[in-house]
């Protein structure tokens, strides 16, 4: 799995900041991860971290202004994304690498039939003509478990449910054939119930097209149901990075440590109290120069509060930034 | 929709009536009266002409004699002009007005929309500097600025345009050059700054970024994804719109002598003309009424969340 052929994307020391009123918000400073072909890669983190810019990135879809990738890479199939002119962007866009987004109430056009907004997308990207891609989307639809899709088709996104509506959305998504599916949240907005359903999909359907999969969340719980491998973030980095088994049978970072500890799991019936790691997270605009976790951490020592520690690489296969396993790192 | 259609249709009688009932009385309850003027006529003349007009009765049958012509079409004679009875002023000037209107908020519409889109994709340019400005101009100079500044470079100096008259005229279908543009000037402001801000929004909504990452181009999600949704705003203002500007404006009638209906909204309640007051209060009402009858019937076209049944 580790061969340079099977990678689908790389980014590389990605940054995106926001230019406001009050100051420059670094709202993605410096990530990096690779994905490989048919891998589900998680990405958690309290809310407002920098996951939705980072996936954003790229896709190269940040409103700018306020918001410009001021630095790093995003290599796919050899090329750099965010160097691509507009119009090689969009034919990758929903092409080979597509999106579904957190809500599916907003995320379809209210004024468009659900035909009308699968076909253009498929008549877009694919070499077919209308009446094909009606058929390509009828399958698809088939697909996500839609009934009746050859009647449901024609109907406007209000006559959906959110759960359906979503199925719609990740049917539209990997129409296709897409390399990488970016799913940001895509359950939390709707019932618990449905939830598990359309992540089981998503997994199903990336394992069977073979597609990679980012998966944002913050729910934890998620990761462990379906990633392969995980990344941390905080504060616009990311702070730790191992294998699913790997990070819960052994979170190295606090802040790792502090999200895991704060599911509810039904096994501990006697917990009182579902913990929660205390204290906000920093604000993102003149975050100073040291470990931006240090307040809210019980383990902080003086070098967090000076300096930042580097993501490094601590075991095989398992990056963590931060001071208490940094000797390790230095070691060599 | 059929059923639909015919329960608006229906809705709209009780409608008028409070209106018509409401405007009765309020007029009446106004101080002053048609007959009253500086020099005060002899006593005996005053109780003839309000016998003639039926005021010596009390109110309550005055407004059941008038809601009964009302009825069968008749707005009754006007107190204060006596060639002609209120059906003969509203129906000879409300056309006038009407064209005039037509033409002011054909323009209004075309140039209101496609700025007020120019401007948000081209938000925070010299383009939507330029637009806005102008659009602040039409909504804060008045029109009795802007239609004496137009005579007198396309009329007095250049000579292109005459300064007033109306299509009967010498001057034909020139005459409504002038005074459709400085009508339009305030409707067209108005169209593009909320086309502007709805198109804003729209732009930020959700389904756009998932347009814009099914990898769509540009053109695509403007026009097929996004007008629809950001001209709903603007429809609901084009219905009260349209009613106020096919009514006539007395300001754009006085400047440039258009025979429109606007100078009886000020000169009837001047007269305290009971009759007339009401001809065109009521011409008011039922023209606003089917126009927001229609916004609604256009809304149902455009969103398909909204169904009538
Ligand atoms: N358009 C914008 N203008 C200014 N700041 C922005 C903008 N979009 C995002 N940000 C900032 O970037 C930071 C990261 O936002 P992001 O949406 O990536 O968070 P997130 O991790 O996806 O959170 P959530 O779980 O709430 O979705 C936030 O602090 C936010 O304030
Ligand atoms: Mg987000």
Redesign the interface.
């Given at each position: 799995m580790e061969n340079n052929k099977d990678k689908v994307l790389e980014v590389k020391g990605l940054q995106t900041y926001f230019k406001t009123d009050s100051g420059v918000v670094k709202a993605v400073d410096g990530v990096s991860f690779d994905l490989y072909r048919g891998e589900t890669l998680g990405i958690v983190g309290e809310s407002g971290c920098g996951k939705s810019v980072t996936n954003l990135s790229i896709?190269k879809?940040i409103?700018s202004?306020p918001g410009k990738i001021v630095g790093g890479e995003v290599i796919f199939k050899g090329e750099n994304i965010i160097a691509l002119p507009e119009e090689r962007?969009?034919?990758?866009?929903?092409?080979s690498i597509?999106?579904i987004?957190q809500?599916p109430m907003?995320?379809?056009?209210?004024?468009?039939?659900i035909s009308t907004q699968m076909v253009?997308?498929i008549v877009?990207?694919q070499d077919m003509s209308k009446s094909e891609a009606k058929k390509k989307a009828i399958e698809m639809l088939t697909l996500v478990g839609i009934p009746a899709p050859e009647k449901r088709i024609d109907s406007?996104p209000?006559q959906f449910s959110g759960g359906m509506r979503q199925r719609v959305?990740i049917a539209?998504a990997l129409s296709c054939n897409a390399d990488v599916l970016i799913a940001d949240e895509p359950t939390t907005a709707l019932d618990v119930t449905i939830q598990a359903q359309i992540l089981e999909l998503i997994d199903e359907l990336s394992k069977k097209l073979n597609t990679a999969v980012i998966m944002i969340t913050h729910d934890l719980g998620v990761v462990a149901g379906m990633c392969d491998k995980v990344c941390v973030m905080y504060a616009g980095r990311i702070v730790e990075k191992a294998l699913t088994e790997d990070l819960f049978g052994k979170p190295f970072h606090p802040y790792t440590s502090g999200l895991i500890q704060s599911v509810p799991r039904l096994d501990h019936a006697t917990q009182e109290k579902l913990f929660s790691i205390e204290g906000q997270p920093p604000n993102l605009i003149d975050l100073p120069d040291c470990c931006p976790f240090h307040p809210r951490c019980h383990k902080a020592m003086d070098i967090c509060r000076s300096k930042y520690p580097k993501l490094t690489e601590v075991e095989p296969g398992r990056e963590v930034a931060c001071w208490l396993y940094m000797d390790k790192g230095e070691d060599k | 929709m059929t059923k639909y259609i015919i329960r608006r249709l229906l809705g709209m009688i009780p409608t008028l009536l409070i209106i018509i009932t409401i405007s009765f009385f309020i007029i009446r309850i106004a101080p002053g009266g048609p007959f009253d003027s500086e020099r005060s006529l002899p006593e005996q003349v005053l109780q003839n002409i309000e016998a003639k007009y039926h005021l010596d009765e009390p109110v309550i049958v005055q407004y059941g004699r008038y809601l009964f012509d009302v009825l069968r079409g008749d707005l009754g004679p006007s107190y204060r002009y006596q060639d002609h009875d209120v059906n003969f002023y509203i129906f000879t000037s409300l056309p006038n007005s009407i064209i005039l209107g037509i033409i002011a908020l054909t323009i209004a519409i075309v140039f209101g929309i496609s700025a007020g889109m120019l401007s948000a994709v081209r938000q925070?340019t010299w383009v939507d500097y330029t637009t806005m400005s102008f659009a602040i101009v039409g909504i804060s100079v008045p029109l009795f600025v802007i239609g004496p500044v137009l005579q007198w470079i396309f009329a007095m100096n250049l000579g292109w345009l005459p300064t007033s008259g109306w299509i009967d005229g010498d001057y034909g279908l020139k005459t409504l050059i002038l005074p459709s543009i400085t009508l339009s000037l305030g409707y067209f402001a108005n169209i593009a700054r909320l086309m502007r801000s709805s198109m804003l929004e729209t732009l930020?909504?959700?389904?756009i970024?998932?347009?814009?990452?099914?990898?769509?181009?540009n053109s695509?999600i403007l026009f097929?994804?996004t007008l629809?949704?950001a001209l709903l705003p603007v429809v609901s203002y084009l219905g009260p719109a349209f009613a106020g500007i096919i009514t006539g404006s007395v300001v754009v009638e006085q400047i440039f002598r258009v025979p429109g209906l606007g100078k009886f909204f000020v000169q009837s309640s001047f007269n305290r003309d009971y009759t007339l007051i009401m001809g065109v209060v009521i011409v008011y009402s039922v023209i606003l009424i089917i126009m927001n009858f229609i916004v609604d019937i256009i809304y149902s076209f455009?969103?398909?969340?909204i169904s009538y049944k």
């Open positions: 896709m879809l409103p202004p962007l969009r034919s990758i866009r929903g092409n597509s999106m987004f809500d907003t995320s379809l056009n209210p004024f468009l039939k253009e997308t877009l990207h406007y209000h959305m539209m | 925070n930020r909504s959700d389904y970024r998932t347009a814009k990452a099914k990898g769509l181009k695509v097929k994804h629809k949704g455009l969103d398909p969340r």
